[in-house]
Structures are given as C-alpha cells and as structure tokens.
C-alpha cells in the first residue's frame, strides 16, 4: 500500500515561513491534499489538487507537488496557525485513501 | 451551508456493536460520495470507509469483515454499523464528504461522535 511520510514536527518564528513536506514515491504523479486540525476540532481542507485553495483559507498558504515530495508551505506564519497539518490522497488503483502521519507546527 | 453532523457514538464492550450516523445538509446529498474516517487518542487520522452514488463499498483492511457503510438518501445521511468491536476501535469517527471527480479529497467534514470500546 501506499505510503506517505511526514515530519513529526515543525518549528517557525512568527512571521518567517514554515514548510511541511510528505514524502511518498513518485507522489509528482499524483494529487495531494492538506488538511489542518486544531486541538479538539474536526479537519479542515487547506489545500487541494497540489496547490488550490478553497475559499476562506489565506493566501499564506501554499502547495507544491514534485517529484518524491508534497510541499505545504505557510507564510508569515502566526500563532493562529499552530495545528496538526495531514497530507493525503487517492489511490485510484486500490480505491484507498491514504493519509500521512501527521506534522505539529509550533509558531514561537 | 454545507453540513454534516455524525451521532451514535458512546460507550460499548469489547465484541459489541455500534450504529453511526452521519446527517448531511446544504448540499444535494446524492450527488456525493461519502466516507467515514477516525481519529484513535493522540493519534493520526484513518480512512476506514466510502460510498460512492451508486452505494459501492470500499473498507480499509482494518475494519473490513466487521463494519459495514451505507447510505439513505431520502434522508440525506450515511450509516456505519460497527460490529465486533475491538478495543483498538476507540476513537473519534468523522464522517466526510468526498470530492467529484478522480481526484478525491474530504471537505467538509462533520464535527466527530467518540466511540469508546472498554470493558
């Protein structure tokens, strides 16, 4: 099965900018979507198809896709921005969704 | 708006059975496939379930053989009837909608209903 594989962690001064990588093979070829969660909340969409944003989520927020690694990017990073960000996608051969183990952004 | 609003969860011993509800509003609920998801203590989170328009079923190896997905759109919710439930089963269950198309993501999902397995 497929795998994706995140950093446990990330650190980022508020205002610089944090980058959160999934690694997985081939995952260029591929679709990946980010999802952050807030202690005690559901999920919430952030990026999809790589790169696009749904509607209400900040630019500071940013995706990219090449290669072996997934890249979600935060901006000017804030406080309001520590969670725990998921990637994940679609594995059309097999109809399983996969998703990575998880990455805590800590803003200090 | 778009939402979704699972119930059902609680209290079960290890072996017993469980019957989750996910009810979805603001959206023609037939267009749309839907999933279920979990969430253990502490932990990441789990694809376990979906259901495609045409209530095709696809399970993760985990719960395959003891929980089972379905669908009723006149009421505009999905089902997850847990069965043997094992102590590992402990966690919170969202249910999903999934994405049009043959690129799948969830949005939105709904707020989570905790099933606790203990004996």
């Known amino acids: 099965s497929y795998v994706l594989t995140q950093p446990p962690s990330v650190s980022v001064s508020p205002g610089k900018t944090a980058r959160i990588t999934c690694g997985g093979n081939k995952i260029g070829g591929r679709s990946v979507h980010w999802y952050q969660q807030k202690p005690g909340q559901a999920p919430l969409l952030v990026i999809y198809?790589?790169?696009e944003r749904p509607s209400g989520i900040p630019e500071r927020f940013a995706g990219s896709n090449s290669g072996n690694t997934a890249t979600l990017t935060i901006s000017r990073a804030e406080a309001g921005d520590e969670a725990d960000y998921y990637c994940q996608l679609w594995d059309g051969s097999t109809d399983r969704y996969v998703f990575g183990s998880g990455t805590k952004v800590t803003v200090l | 708006q778009v939402q979704l609003v699972e119930s059902g969860g609680g209290l079960v011993k290890p072996g017993g059975s469980l019957r989750l509800s996910c009810a979805a509003s603001?959206?023609?609920?037939?267009?749309?496939?839907m999933s279920w998801i979990r969430q253990a203590p502490g932990k990441g989170l789990e694809w376990i379930s979906s259901i495609t328009r045409l209530s095709d079923t696809s399970y993760a190896d985990s719960v395959k053989g003891r929980f089972t997905i379905s669908r009723d759109d006149a009421k505009n919710s999905v089902f997850l009837q847990m069965d043997s439930l094992r102590v590992d089963d402990t966690a919170v269950y969202y249910c999903?909608?999934?994405?049009?198309?043959?690129?799948?993501?969830?949005?939105?999902w709904g707020q989570g209903t905790l099933v606790t397995v203990s004996s």
């Open positions: 603001g959206f023609t609920f037939s267009d749309y496939y």
């Open positions: 999903a909608r999934i994405s049009w198309g043959e690129v799948r993501w969830f949005d939105p």
């Open positions: 198809y790589d790169s």
